[in-house]
Nanobody, 114 residues
Framework: QVQLVESGGGLVQPGGSLRLSCAVS????????MGWYRQPPGKQRELVAR???????DYADSVKGRFTISRHNSRNTVYLQMNSLKPEDTAVYYC????????WGQGTQVTVSS
């Protein structure tokens, strides 16, 4: 059974930083392209960053230069370092297999507000 467990969200002021983690089980994690998605209030879920099995990364224009995705294959974990956070980054953040999405986890809430 596939499990995606996101953590690390919270309330942060504009300009602050957070590091999200996603623990993955039930798939061959090391060979999967993994992604971080977010769903702002009242909007659709969008892909913000992805990382291939070889470590190549790609970012949405809205987060480029501020967010960094990484992975630790021996821990079956994918991370999202978020710096210079803006109010428009407020969303529930999820991870998933980009090529073959699984059932979504519960996500982790990120709120950027003063």
């Amino acid at each position: 059974q596939v499990q995606l467990v996101e953590s690390g969200g919270g309330l942060v002021q504009p300009g602050g930083s957070l590091r999200l983690s996603c623990a993955v089980s039930g798939i061959s994690f090391s060979v999967r392209t993994m992604g971080w998605y977010r769903q702002p209030p009242g909007k659709q879920r969008e892909l913000v960053a992805r990382i291939t099995m070889s470590g190549s990364t790609d970012y949405a224009d809205s987060v480029k230069g501020r967010f960094t995705i990484s992975r630790h294959n021996s821990r079956n974990t994918v991370y999202l370092q978020m710096n210079s956070l803006k109010p428009e980054d407020t969303a529930v953040y999820y991870c998933n297999d980009v090529v073959r999405p699984r059932d979504w986890g519960q996500g982790t809430q990120v709120t950027v507000s003063s």
